[in-house]
């Protein structure tokens, strides 16, 4: 089993900077695929960005270029930069791992973060 801690939201004005972090515990697990989703009221989970363990990384339009997403594969941490944060960045966003477990790949997800952004 694997469980995700978030860590790193908040408030922040219009064109501040946040940095998200989520670190993967638990055993027997391998991580493949790293990442951050995120949720605002009354819309649908949308993906932000994903990093594999190889490092390829993958944004959604909305982040490119003000999102950088990384990884610790030695501490099974992801981390997310966001810079020049935007109020409809106003969101929960929730860390999200793919990991092979025995001989299966799942899905995880943690419980997520609030991140406000005000105008």
């Known amino acids: 089993q694997v469980q995700l801690v978030e860590s790193g939201g908040g408030s922040v004005q219009a064109g501040g900077s946040l940095r998200l972090s989520c670190v993967a515990s638990g055993g027997g697990f391998s991580i493949v695929v790293m990442g951050w989703y995120r949720q605002a009221p009354g819309n649908q989970r949308e993906l932000v960005a994903t990093?594999?363990?190889?490092?390829?990384?993958n944004y959604a339009d909305s982040a490119e270029g003000r999102f950088t997403i990384s990884r610790d594969n030695a501490k099974n941490t992801v981390y997310l930069e966001m810079n020049n944060l935007k109020p409809e960045d106003t969101a929960v966003y929730s860390c999200y791992v793919a990991a092979l477990v025995w001989d299966s790949i799942n899905d995880y997800w943690g419980q997520g973060i609030q991140v406000t952004v005000s105008s």
């Open positions: 990093i594999t363990r190889g490092g390829i990384t």
